[in-house]
């Protein structure tokens, strides 16, 4: 398919990154993005800070400054209550708040199923824009949060998961990427993107492919919540990471050690994961040490990038 | 040998499935229809976790689970993987730093008292908020600091009121806690089972 374009598309669709990027003069891009989806906590009010905090991370991911947001809203009227939709708002205006970032509009319409989600426009100097594929070799790979929120909402859905979980992965998710990337931009950085649906693995391939180097991913240093393993390996895996797996599966070379439960986390579609960055080699200790010591704390790096143009992640 | 048929049926509720009938019947066999590939591998998964020797099929668009194991399992309790339809949620709303009326000493070292008995609660206390003069237990030199900060670590949320910390000029002071807002407060309350207020 052949997308309309004009000399200003920085990063547009042919490229498929996190975000869309014009340039609007010589100091100026706009970051464009959108996202939506359906409720993935029971409460209102966080899954509208889960969802803001997931929409501006497209945003971070491309290096930029959000500014504007608009919302989006599919709301079920003749089956729920309004002052669920109005408690879902108030979570996406205070995480914006948070963010520092204005809502400036937006969109409802009636639907059967509740969505909400928020499209945002961001700043960014044109020679400062992170793409995901830009890949250096002798980088590290940095990620910011734990792996395995699909999996626990899979258990939370199955009625096993505690409450105590629940609350520390609603929270987890509704964290901005806010700092870790305003950490990042005083690092010399090859690339980024945030780790969501496609998983750990599914987004690095996407790093990965047309490179000309591959990955080699230190699995025990992957940051993953531990009860995700737990249900894991009992099967409670949401469909989307088996997806993610069979999409991938060629790119792939896991080492015979790399238990199966873990190798599921890998694949484990996020909602607002972390952030994924290839770092200067030299440079990867102070950058993990600057995240932790801002509150980024479970920054860790997972990785580096090696000369090898077959273009596999290798996962030990 | 135990039959299911999940077909139709989207994950995770073709595991929940079997792990209902390996619950209630206990059987030696089981042999579980999907109709997918993702579904097989995670009640496949789910049977090796629970001591079964498993086997794959596929017939046209039906795949086929079938598990075996010699003596009939009894069926293991894991911790992060047991039910929990019955676990109530608890949240105490506490809007002042001392217990009832009459004697303020008292009233402070009951407090002091209660918030450590709490704990025999157990994972049902889900939510700890502090309002008003409550805030105060929060912030530094508190005497259940240690105690409060102990519980936080232990997975419980406490949420202190932050315009209560800012009435009283202590947002700098606070210790342990997330500020938090009216309508987490609120959406809190109908979420909870049970709301105690103090």
Known sequence: MAFPSDANVIIGLDRADDAGVYQISDDLALIQTVDFFTPIVDDPYWFGQIAAANALSDVYAMGGTPKTAMNLVAFPADQMDLTILRQIIQGGI??????????????????????????????????????????????????????????????????????????????????????????MTGFDISACTDVTGFGLLGHLAEMVCGSGMSVQVDSGQVPVIAEALEFASTGLIPAGAHKNREFREEMIAFGESVPRALQDALFDPQTSGGLLISVDENQADALVSALKDKGVGDAAQIGKIIHDPEEKIYVA | MKEIDARGLACPAPVIQTKSALEEENPSSIRVIIDNAAAQQNVQRFLDSRGFRTALEQNAADYVVIGSCDSAPSVQIQPAASPLTDAKKIMIMCATDRIGYGDDVLGAKLMINFLRTLKEMGDELWRLVFVNNGVKLTIKGSEVIEDLKAYEAAGLTILVCGTCLDHFNLLEKKRVGETTNMLDIVTAMQLSDKVINL
């Open chain 1, 94 to 183: 205070d995480k914006l708040k948070e963010a520092e970032v204005v809502l400036i509009g937006g969109h409802s319409v009636k639907d059967k199923e509740l969505k909400y989600g928020l499209s945002v426009t961001g700043f960014i100097h044109p020679s400062r824009v992170l793409a995901k594929k830009n890949l250096r070799t002798g980088d590290r790979l940095v990620l910011t949060k734990p792996l395995g929120t699909g999996i626990v909402n899979t258990a939370i859905k199955a009625n096993m998961a505690p409450t105590k979980l629940i609350d520390k992965v609603t929270r987890l998710m509704a964290v901005l990427n806010r700092d870790a990337a305003g950490i």
